[in-house]
């Protein structure tokens, strides 16, 4: 019953908002206020995704909106083109310029980026106010009303369906990419960014796209304006106006696009009635709406720093991965014949400053063979292992996968030659469910891009997508949490799910950090039991662990490091009785 | 363009720089400490030239009554929050630093105002009244606030900023003023005039930059703000307050921000909002310092202010622009060379 409600409250919802002015009950002046609070949702959907999805904050993007509505404004006003025609243009226009300010932009790290956005936003509205075939601060007056055949789109109930129908449209196409194969690459990053690229997802580039994406949803918000008012001035693409979007943002609920509705209403009916109410309190006018602006702000990031929609509507539903057919699957990769030559490390050094963490290390891993990376704490152990996964450069030696020299190699480089891991510290998606987490693994797998996406022609491959995380989860025993948030499991099962994960991209080699830390006796027993299993299809195993039972029981070969120097190899037995490796663990005997 | 007119742009800039420098070391004093990339810096600058020049008028400027107001709300911020933990020794605290305080200024400035006891008067009245207002914003805005990221407490500082600006058009009003010169004197260097004023800017930044490095050199306390800036744990658990910390380093940027609205008042015709360019203005300097250095920044503002004369000769319309979006590459030098890690959420 919830469900189906859930299913069906949407469309019921977005059609009776269509029908709501035509019924008489509402005034026109709410009608004028919900076409302002529609045009600012669909920025304010921008800044969901860009914020509260991709950790990108942007103070700037009424700087967009600009340019949307100037593209507009300036076709209309001196070439006369039709206001329809100018639409794409306006997309198009803001989409060169955002890709343009976005190459730079998503490239800043931590608090530099939102400091770029004020710095652009700014810039942008000198800029407009100052050119004079824009109007200079005068605007550009007499931008003709939409039309549809003779009639004008003049009435705000009119212009209302036109305004709701983007922001209907607008919600359906982002809610399909965030759920889609893109969308979760873009979700993990701003939690686990180690994470998205050990799995193939390239940072800068779906940063970009988010960034492009808001953009044009800003970009279509200036549009619907500049044909609403009819005129153009530079004020409203401020960064005053700016800092506004990102507070609807804020107040609905960064990360939640139905949240951008609420918060844009919040915003525009609070202003609306604070002009209306605080000038008849003080006595004269004055920008008193601005106070109140800045206390709401800060109080909500005071008290409700996620927002309004958590509070109001509780936690977000759980995904509804889409069911796969029988005998949806993905093509299996061919694995090498057991025995061959997979990864070859060929005096790898490392230093960090003067500490060398990495001496010249020497080893090889065949294929279906179960490695061991042991040693005592700060042997070097980790540091082997990320530089063979490309988190970070050698300084000198050579690494080969499969002949391919990895010597400046990325991560998502290592993770398309079929090297799958796991993390030390576990990097996971908190607020995403265990089997988008698994999932992301399979990044590498699909092909969708944000179009197919965003219409929803994804669903085959998602379907194929998840059918692979769930038989990981199975594997791994977590097939009854799958629809849990992640954040939500113990650490033993998180690094379970990492295990999972990192067989979802179908990995030749497969590489875990201590994967057996935090896990209970039989969850080690089972591990144990899965690796040989994976042994056995064809799939190597390079294991970093400190649990000697677990290693020594199923390793084939153990590689030993003291102090970043290889100090014994050699089978478990061996490896045992190993004079330098008990003194290294146990001290000298003197 | 000829070396006099060349000259006259840099005296233009260096004395531009001069006030940008002291509002950006405030800047960076405020993120040091606090991690706070504090918006309404330029408020202060504004507010207190605006002080300055009623009282030369001889009318009693409303500053008090926003600093009482500001003085409630910090009150009540305080209880609502430390509801559960209120001393009398807090309580004590809050009477006499938020009301008891702004009610005696404001007594004062309405017996002192009529009397124009001339420019000193004036002008330690001016920054008696704005310092206070530093530490009492720390407190309504940013202390409930001091664990979250550095994102949320920028965003808190827009906010405090759009309020500051809408209280300023309400206890100052639209009509903008401008101050009289600290020294009205003049003399030529070549074909150069040199103002009193500008030297007088001059002379105070420097004495106040130096007096700036001593105090963290030299003193325990300001030590104690450093070790705050560098690690905020580390500080807390040799028994630093941070709250403190925090409180004193607006104060000082309260102060830094009063003085430098003294030294512009005269230069310009200051408006309740004119403090916003001013502020961003400075912030460009503060962040080609990394938010982090005090020279480098001081040497930016200065930078910023000769750019900006430049600017204002060739392409006077796009001033604004071109000083703004000279912070791109900038920001993303640094971001290649100085990234900054947040701290994990």
């Known amino acids: 019953m919830m469900a189906a409600l859930r299913s069906f409250a949407p469309p019921i919802v977005a059609a009776a908002l269509l029908i709501a002015p035509f019924t008489g009950w509402l005034p026109d002046y709410w009608v004028t206020l919900f076409n302002y609070i529609g045009i600012s949702s669909l920025v304010a959907i921008g800044l969901v995704l860009l914020t509260g999805v991709g950790g990108m904050t942007s103070f700037g993007q009424s700087a967009f909106?600009?340019?949307?509505?100037?593209?507009?404004?300036?076709?209309?006003?001196?070439?006369?083109?039709?206001?329809?025609?100018?639409?794409?243009?306006?997309?198009?226009?803001?989409?060169?310029?955002?890709?343009?300010?976005?190459?730079?932009?998503?490239?800043?790290?931590?608090?530099?980026?939102?400091?770029?956005?004020?710095?652009?936003?700014?810039?942008?509205?000198?800029?407009?106010?100052?050119?004079?075939?824009?109007?200079?601060?005068?605007?550009?007056?007499?931008?003709?009303?939409?039309?549809?055949?003779?009639?004008?789109?003049?009435?705000?109930?009119?212009?209302?369906?036109?305004?709701?129908?983007?922001?209907?449209?607008?919600?359906?196409a982002t809610q399909n990419l965030l759920n889609g194969r893109v969308g979760r690459a873009v979700r993990a990053l701003r939690r686990s960014t180690r994470a998205a690229e050990a799995f193939g997802v390239n940072t800068a580039g779906a940063k970009l796209m988010v960034f492009v994406y808001a953009a044009m949803l800003a970009g279509l918000a200036g549009w619907l304006y500049a044909h609403f008012q009819r005129s153009v001035s530079p004020g409203p693409f401020g960064v005053v106006a700016g800092t506004e979007y990102l507070l609807m943002a804020v107040l609905g609920g960064a990360g939640r696009v139905y949240g951008a509705i609420l918060g844009a209403a919040g915003i525009t009916v609070l202003r609306d009635q604070l002009q209306n109410l605080l000038p008849w309190l003080f006595g004269h006018t004055g920008n008193f709406e601005s106070i109140a602006y800045g206390a709401v702000l800060v109080l909500v990031l005071q008290t409700a720093s996620n927002g309004l929609w958590p509070i109001l509507f509780g936690p977000p539903p759980p995904p509804k991965p889409p069911t796969p057919r029988d005998g949806d699957q993905l093509p299996a990769k061919v694995l090498p014949a057991p025995g061959v030559r997979l990864l070859q490390v060929q005096d790898a050094r490392k230093n960090f400053g003067g500490l060398v963490a990495v001496n010249n290390v020497n080893f090889e891993v065949e294929s279906s063979r179960i490695i061991g990376l042991i040693g005592p704490n700060g042997a070097g152990k980790s540091t082997t292992f990320n530089l063979i996964t490309g988190a970070l450069p050698l300084t000198s030696g050579a690494i080969a996968f499969e002949g391919h020299p990895l010597q400046a190699q990325t991560p998502q480089r290592a993770a398309a030659l079929g090297l799958g891991r796991t993390f030390q510290h576990v990097e996971i998606v908190p607020d995403m469910s265990v089997i988008e987490n698994v999932a992301l693994g399979a990044n590498l797998l699909g092909h969708a891009g944000v179009f197919r996406a965003m219409l929803k022609l994804d669903r085959a491959e998602e379907a194929k997508l998840f059918a692979t995380a769930r038989r990981q989860l199975e594997r791994v025993g977590l097939a009854d949490v799958a629809m849990q948030p992640a954040g939500t499991l113990a650490l033993g099962q998180l690094r379970l799910v990492e295990v999972a994960r990192a067989l979802c991209l179908n990995p030749i080699l497969l590489l875990l950090d201590e994967p057996a830390a935090g896990l209970r006796v039989g969850e080690k027993k089972a591990l144990a039991k899965l690796l040989r299993e994976v042994r056995s299809e064809g799939v190597s195993v390079l294991l970093v662990e400190h649990d000697m039972d677990f290693v020594m029981s199923l390793a084939d070969h153990l590689v030993v490091l003291d102090f970043g120097t290889k100090i014994a190899e050699g089978v478990p037995a061996d490896i045992r009785k190993n004079p330098a490796v008990l003194e290294a663990y146990l001290g000298g005997v003197s | 363009m000829d070396t006099t007119i060349f000259l006259f742009l840099l005296q233009d800039g260096v004395i531009n720089g001069a006030v940008y420098a002291l509002v950006a070391i405030a800047l960076v004093l405020v993120f040091a400490v606090t991690r706070v990339i504090f918006v309404p810096q330029g408020e202060f600058v504004a507010f207190a030239a605006l002080t300055v020049a009623a009282l030369e008028n001889g009318i009693a400027p409303s500053t008090p009554w926003l600093l009482l107001a500001l003085g409630i709300l910090a009150a009540i911020s305080d209880i609502v929050w430390h509801f559960r933990d209120l001393t009398w020794k807090r309580l004590l605290r809050i009477a006499v630093f938020d009301l008891a305080l702004p009610v005696v200024l404001l007594l004062l400035t309405q017996a002192l105002a009529p009397m124009k006891l001339g420019q000193a008067v004036n002008i330690l009245l001016a920054i008696a009244l704005i310092t206070p207002m530093g530490p009492m914003i720390y407190r309504i805005a940013f202390e409930p606030l001091a664990h979250s990221s550095v994102l949320v407490l920028l965003m808190a500082a827009f906010g405090v900023h759009f309020s500051l600006i809408g209280l300023g058009l309400v206890f100052f009003g639209p009509e903008g003023s401008g101050t009289t010169p600290l020294s009205s004197a003049s003399f030529s260097l070549g074909d150069l005039v040199v103002t009193g004023q500008s030297v007088a800017v001059l002379i105070v930044t420097a004495v106040l930059l130096v007096l700036f490095a001593l105090f963290f050199g030299r003193t325990l306390l300001g030590k104690a703000l450093r070790a705050c800036s560098s690690n905020r744990i580390g500080a807390r658990l040799v028994g630093i307050p941070t709250s403190v910390a925090g409180q004193f380093s607006f104060a000082i940027a309260a102060l830094l921000g009063a003085v430098s609205g003294i030294l512009v008042g005269p230069l310009m015709t200051v408006f309740y909002d004119s403090g916003f360019l001013i502020g961003l203005k400075a912030f460009v300097a503060a962040i080609i310092g990394g938010l982090v250095s005090y020279p480098l920044t001081v040497i930016a503002a200065l930078g910023v202010g000769f750019a900006e004369a430049l600017f204002s000769f060739w392409a006077s319309n796009f001033k604004e622009v071109l000083v703004f979006t000279l912070i791109i590459p900038v920001l993303a030098w640094r971001s290649i060379y100085a990234p900054y890690h947040e701290e994990s959420e």
């Open chain 1, 65 to 172: 909106v600009g340019f949307g509505a100037y593209t507009t404004g300036v076709l209309t006003v001196h070439f006369g083109v039709s206001p329809w025609l100018t639409l794409p243009a306006a997309l198009v226009v803001t989409m060169i310029v955002a890709a343009a300010v976005g190459a730079v932009t998503v490239r800043l790290s931590g608090h530099y980026l939102p400091l770029a956005t004020i710095a652009w936003g700014i810039a942008f509205f000198y800029m407009f106010g100052n050119i004079s075939w824009l109007g200079a601060h005068d605007g550009l007056p007499g931008i003709p009303a939409l039309r549809v055949g003779t009639h004008q789109l003049i009435d705000p109930k009119e212009y209302f369906v036109v305004v709701w129908i983007a922001v209907v449209l607008a919600v359906i």
